[in-house]
């Protein structure tokens, strides 16, 4: 009988010893869960610093580009702004649960290379960041940004946007313009651009131009494609896999005004400004 009770007890403890194992884990799993939720409710915005950070970088030459991993950028033309000086102001918000602090850094390389970097990782990390650029006439840019949308105005110079994911925003500019997102809309209004080239693989297309241009090369993989022009005669090339094409331009395969709309699925349109 003795031997019958040992087993038994044994046999209790074990169990109990589970029960307990279990009992640790999903309250783990439950406060893992409930800090997931906390943060998806609450998610971090830069717009709310009201604090931001203001810097000054010295601009070697006349050209600029603009290398961020994970931010919304806007850039803006300023006649206030010095020659040879960059202005930026830095909105950031970050919370990270499990992990190392948020921060963000920015520096000028090589004297023309503003290199903007933020780190947020952990088991939950939710982080927010936005750069305002503020460079003198006369410089041209180039921005190539990881994630975050992009604006840009007033530029007179060349204009060159890339980001992977974010839309693409540019108004009162007359440089040429090569603007490109992997996931995302691009919008163009208000330029007098000569030469404009616009390719989104998922999102739409809107080109509205003051100036009749030597050149427009607008491309979606997947969203519709709009061209607004000045009365002229344009050599026009439109497709669309997957969708109706309208083209309400004077048209003359001999003119030296080409434009080219394309996309796989979604509508086309060319027509002249109102």
């Not at 041209?140 to 980001?163: H, M, N, P, W, Y």
Request: glycine share 10%; hydrophobic share 35%.
């Amino acid at each position: 009988m003795a031997r019958t009770r040992t087993r038994s007890t044994t046999r209790n403890r074990t169990h109990s010893a589970a029960r307990a194992t279990r009992s640790r884990a999903a309250a783990v799993s439950g406060v893992v869960l409930a800090l997931v939720v906390g943060a998806s409710a609450c998610g971090a915005a830069a717009g709310d610093d009201k604090h931001p950070d203001h810097r000054t970088f010295g601009l070697h030459g006349r050209t600029l580009t603009v290398d961020s991993d994970d931010s919304a950028l806007d850039l803006v033309v300023s006649d206030s702004a010095k020659a040879g000086e960059v202005q930026v102001t830095r909105w950031f918000q970050g919370h990270v649960t499990l992990g190392g602090d948020p921060r963000v850094t920015w520096a000028m390389k090589d004297g023309d290379r503003l290199v903007l970097r933020m780190k947020c990782s952990g088991v939950v990390a939710d982080c927010s960041a936005r750069h305002r650029i503020v460079v003198p006439r006369g410089v041209a840019v180039k921005v190539e940004d990881g994630d975050g949308r992009v604006s840009a105005q007033g530029f007179e110079e060349a204009l060159s946007i890339r980001t992977s994911d974010g839309s693409v925003r540019v108004s009162d500019s007359s440089g040429a313009l090569d603007l490109r997102s992997g996931d995302g809309s691009i919008r163009a209004v208000g330029v007098e651009a000569r030469s404009v080239r616009a390719r989104t693989e998922d999102g739409s297309v809107l080109l509205e131009l003051g100036a009749v241009p030597d050149l427009v090369d607008s491309r979606s993989g997947d969203g519709s494609v709009s061209v607004v022009l000045p009365r002229a005669t344009y050599r026009v090339t439109a497709e669309s896999g997957d969708g109706s094409v309208q083209v309400d331009v004077p048209r003359d395969d001999s003119s030296s005004h080409r434009v080219s709309a394309h996309t796989g699925d979604g509508k086309i349109t060319v027509r002249t400004a109102n």
